[in-house]
Every structure is written in C-alpha cells, then in structure tokens.
C-alpha cells in the first residue's frame, strides 16, 4: 500500500529558515509533488521532483532521495504569508496518475 | 489565462439528498480529477476523467459518480448523502499522460465546500 507521513504542525519566525520533512512508502514511485494551501483555499503547486537531488524556485527548495522514501521542503527568509498548511503528494504508478496526499504540515509563521 | 473553476462554492444538504458539483479545467488541459478533503486531512482521490470516460477510481462507494463533456468540464454527483460525506470537493485539471513528467501536474480549483446536515 502506500503511506505518506509529515509532521502535522511546525512553528518559526518570520526570517527564518524551515524545513518540512515528507517520507512516503510506495510500490511504484514515479514523482513527489508539494503543495501549499491557505485555510479555505485550494492547493496551489509549489514543486516537483522525480529524480534524487535539489530543485531550487526562489525563496522554496525541495529534496528527493528515492532510496530513503525522503523528502524535504525548504523555506527561506520566512514571511507572514507563508502560512499554511504544506501537503507532499505522491504519484504511484499503480495509482496511475492519481496523487496520494499527506495529512498536510501546518506552518506558522510569527513576528 | 483562466485557471480550474468550480461552482457552488458553499452548498448545504441533508441527509439522503444528492447532490452535483461542476468544474471547469484550466485552458488546454484534458483531464479532470475530484478529491475530497474532510477538515485536517490531506485530499483524497475519488476519480478521474479523460477523453469522457473515468480512468481511474478511488476508494469510494458507486454513490460517487462524474461525467466528463466534450468540453473537457466535469461533473460530480453524489447520491443519497450522508454526515461524513461534509468536506471539501477539490477538482484537479491536468494534460492526460501516462509516463508521469511535470507536464502532467495537477492544478486545483478553489473547491466546493459541501455541508450534510
């Protein structure tokens, strides 16, 4: 089967540096994908990332080691606004292209 | 460029009733998923159409049911309603492919929040 797990709460202040750590177990890995959603909002795409390594958008970052079923989100130079819930999803390809949802990480980010 | 758009954004039902939610994919996609995501808890898949036909399906009883137009806009409906069936119904547009690729992301519309009294 497969298994998504995330830390459910996170707390920082604003300027600072966080990262969200994601593991998953899949039989048919094929993308790991992280959204960001404000209360009441829909998900909107932060990042991508299907082969081992850092992909890099500006103040976000994301890790992948498909070995370890690992991955990390990375936010820098922390603002009010990135408050939200993070959510991992992962592609299986027995899932097709269906995405697999954590139960989502909730940042805080305070003055 | 117009993104995924969904409607009603609120709707409240009872208990037996059914109910249709609509979307409307973002320019040039195909492809059409539904989730649903209860308070706290990640989205989950209930299905997804292309080409009008459902490729895939969820862990979800036959009481959910969609349709695909030719228009490549979707529809959910759900039958004879019940209390846990209150949450959040997210519709994902996409480029249908199968070999996976960032091509083939997911982009959601702001949701229906469905309340079952």
């Known amino acids: 089967g497969q298994n998504i797990d995330q830390p459910t709460e996170m707390t920082a202040t604003e300027g600072a540096i966080v990262q969200i750590n994601c593991t998953y177990q899949?039989?048919?890995?094929?993308?790991l994908f992280w959204y960001q959603q404000h209360a009441g909002e829909a998900p909107t795409f932060l990042s991508y990332?299907?082969?081992?390594g850092l992909e890099e958008k500006g103040r976000f970052s994301s890790f992948l080691s498909r070995s370890k079923g690992y991955s990390y989100l990375l936010l820098k130079e922390l603002q009010m606004k990135d408050s939200a819930s993070y959510l991992c999803a992962v592609r299986d390809n027995q899932a097709g292209t269906a995405l697999i949802f954590g139960k989502g990480t909730t940042l805080s980010v305070s003055s | 460029d117009a993104g995924v758009t969904q409607s009603p954004t609120h709707l409240i039902k009872t208990r037996g009733q059914q109910v249709t939610l609509r979307c409307s994919p973002k320019?040039?996609?195909?492809?059409v998923s539904w989730y649903q995501q209860a308070l706290g808890q990640g989205p989950q898949f209930i299905f997804q159409y292309y080409e009008e036909e459902e490729r895939q399906r969820g862990n979800f009883p036959d009481r959910f049911s969609g349709h695909q137009f030719p228009n490549y806009s979707s529809e959910l409906n759900v039958n004879a309603l019940l209390l846990g069936d209150s949450a959040l119904y997210l519709c994902a547009s996409s480029l249908y492919g199968t070999s996976g690729g960032q091509q083939e992301t997911q982009y959601f519309g702001p949701g229906t929040r469905l309340l079952v009294l």
């Open positions: 899949t039989s048919g890995f094929n993308g």
């Open positions: 990332n299907v082969l081992d």
């Open positions: 320019s040039g996609h195909d492809t």
